[in-house]
């Protein structure tokens, strides 16, 4: 492996230690020696977790290299709240930006002076922005040159040009200029986005300090030019000239949700909604293609960074991050091209990581979401938010696999956004509960039952405990800050009691202040919420232990299953009825043998 200029500085520190420096000024210097990563963000607009599998470089430079987390959620899919959240680590009801345009959105309505590169600027690390910014720079700030706070390096497309992958306007540093520009005739959007956010990778590794680049790319958004073969009355994005028609003999898929046909049971936003057949069929499937054609030179701009990043050495020592502001319909639901409803296609996004301490070739199930972004981002860099995050590093579950933290997300709209009216939405590790604001309706999905979202469980009454539990809880996190969005954890404990000798049984208890196991352990659930609990698997590290689906949740531990004279973490995985999951953890020592 090529030792990074980081890890260079790092060995001449050391070898400055070793001979000549005097013992006095050693902590210093060795403190002076940055070893924390760079980052690299890479974040596409309106893309599905599922159009991931035409990436080649993603799958086998991140992916495959990495940690893909295949149930990440968008909390607000729609671009300016996802993307303010991403900054912020906040949900939208935190930091205010609840649309894209208007009084409450766009780039004025963020407090700019306030979100991640400021932390990571203070931090100590080089800053790079590349691609899009929230929408509205460049249309709300009077001043086009004007670049927010926290970035020590700016490239950004200026709107209302953003979504123009042929001609388009960028702000270098405060410079405005057309693009292409006369040096990179005919270059597109994409390709130029990667190109320069693959320079400035050059121009950042020598130093010892560390970076942040934060690269946005608009595709696989629609946009123009209009391509020859653009559909009437839907938008689509346009594709880089060598990929155009590239997928053109990729079927739509068709999942069972596709232009669903009994939507009695869906609100009034969907099933007043036509079906998706014929020239509406076609159209959706050609947008569907060219979003699939457009991603093919991000993967392009993605395979250059690597490529960067490997030959200047860093690429070992640089945590990248990949992911969308938000996900996408195409005819799901009836739902033919929009993101901004409560249901799967929107919500879902793709998310992966490659760097330190993410583990190669694995893909984690628990529930994530944008809020956690900036979290982890800050964690990596040991950098402190300026403001109360709402999320949690996600570094905590590449370091824990099989952490679950109980957690449920909220998913919003504002006042309401693109023709929908406002709701709130529940979303756990098994349910979708929903209210709509301004007529009342409520939707309930069992997502373990019904993946596709077909059948609405508001009137069921076998649903209606977790029915309410749900609402109960919807109520108090809709508006919840920082750790109190953490709040729905289950309240259960892990309890151990040492197993009677078989001859003692029913007779006397086993000694108390035994400070070891010595004969084995009966593991069980406490806590207010045992009663709520469905099922639970006790864990020792990935092996599993014992499991129980019955109160009060007991299982024998023989003592040979357990290694002698260790300190151990005994691990209980609980699963409640109303769809969250959570582990609880108590220490424990075995005796020597
Ligand atoms: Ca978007
Ligand atoms: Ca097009
Ligand atoms: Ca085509
Ligand atoms: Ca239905």
Redesign the pocket.
């Given at each position: 492996m090529t030792r990074s200029p980081k890890q260079a500085v790092l060995a001449a520190a050391a070898a400055l230690l070793c001979t000549t420096a005097p013992a006095a000024a050693a902590p210093t210097r060795a403190a002076q020696v940055d070893t924390r990563p760079n980052i690299v963000f890479i974040m596409t607009d309106d893309q599905t977790a599922q159009s991931m599998k035409v990436m080649r470089n993603l799958n086998l430079g991140i992916r495959r290299a990495g940690t893909t987390f295949s149930q990440a959620i968008s909390t607000y899919p729609l671009c300016c709240p996802s993307r303010a959240t991403y900054l912020t680590g906040q949900y939208s009801h935190n930091h205010g930006v609840i649309h894209n345009a208007g009084p409450f959105g766009g780039y004025v309505r963020l407090d700019n002076t306030n979100t991640l590169p400021v932390w990571l600027q203070q931090a100590g690390y080089r800053t790079i922005h590349v691609g899009r910014y929230l929408n509205g720079y460049g249309t709300q700030n009077p001043d086009v040159t004007e670049i927010p706070l926290g970035w020590s390096d700016w490239h950004s497309t200026v709107d209302p040009y953003t979504f123009n992958f042929t001609e388009w306007r960028m702000n270098d540093n405060g410079v405005i200029s057309d693009e292409p520009g006369p040096d990179n005739p005919g270059e597109f959007q994409t390709d130029f986005l990667g190109r320069r956010a693959a320079e400035l990778i050059d121009r950042a590794a020598p130093s010892p300090r560390p970076f942040f680049l934060s690269l946005t790319f608009p595709a696989p958004h629609?946009?123009?030019?209009?391509?020859p073969?653009?559909p009437v009355g839907l938008?689509?994005?346009?594709?880089a000239p060598r990929h155009r028609d590239v997928f053109s003999r990729t079927p739509l898929p068709r999942p069972p949700n596709f232009d669903e046909g009994n939507v009695y049971d869906k609100p009034q936003i969907v099933a007043d909604r036509g079906r998706v057949r014929g020239e509406t069929f076609a159209a959706v499937q050609?947008?569907y293609q060219?979003e699939l054609e457009s991603l093919l030179s991000v993967d392009d701009a993605v395979g250059s960074l690597l490529a960067a990043l490997s030959r200047s050495g860093e690429l070992e020592n640089t945590l990248i991050i990949y992911t969308s502001d938000n996900g996408f319909f195409h005819g799901e639901h009836r739902v033919r091209s929009e993101k901004i409803l409560p249901y799967e296609p929107g919500l879902r996004v793709p998310l992966a990581m490659r760097g330190p301490g993410v583990p190669p070739n694995r893909r984690l199930p628990q529930m994530v979401g944008n809020i956690d972004l900036a979290p982890t981002i800050l964690d990596a860099a040991r950098a402190t938010p300026g403001r109360v995050v709402d999320g949690r590093s996600l570094l905590e579950l590449t370091r824990d696999p099989t952490l679950e933290t109980g957690r449920e997300l909220v998913i919003e709209n504002g006042r309401g956004v693109n023709s929908v009216p406002m709701f709130r939405a529940l979303r756990n590790n098994r349910f979708l509960y929903v209210q709509h604001g301004t007529t009342g309706e409520t939707e309930l999905y069992d997502l373990r039952e019904d993946p596709y979202e077909l059948r609405n469980l508001e009137d069921s009454d076998d649903y209606a405990p977790v029915r309410q539990l749900l609402a109960r809880r919807l109520r108090s996190l809709k508006r919840c800050v920082g750790s109190r969005c953490n709040a729905g954890r289950p309240s259960v404990r892990l309890a151990l009691r040492e197993l009677e000798p078989a001859r003692n049984k029913g007779r006397k208890p086993a000694r108390r202040n035994q400070s070891c196991v010595a004969r084995g352990l009966r593991l069980g659930l406490t806590g207010r919420e045992r009663s709520r609990v469905e099922r639970v698997q006790y864990l020792l590290g990935r092996r599993r232990l014992g499991a129980s689906r019955q109160s009060p949740f007991s299982a024998d531990v023989k003592r040979s299953r357990l290694p002698a004279g260790r300190e151990l973490r005994i691990r209980a995985r609980v699963v409640t009825r109303d769809g969250r999951v959570v582990t609880v953890d108590r220490p424990v020592r075995t005796c020597r043998r």
């Open positions: 629609s946009g123009s030019p209009r391509d073969d653009d938008r689509t994005p346009s594709p050609e947008n060219q």
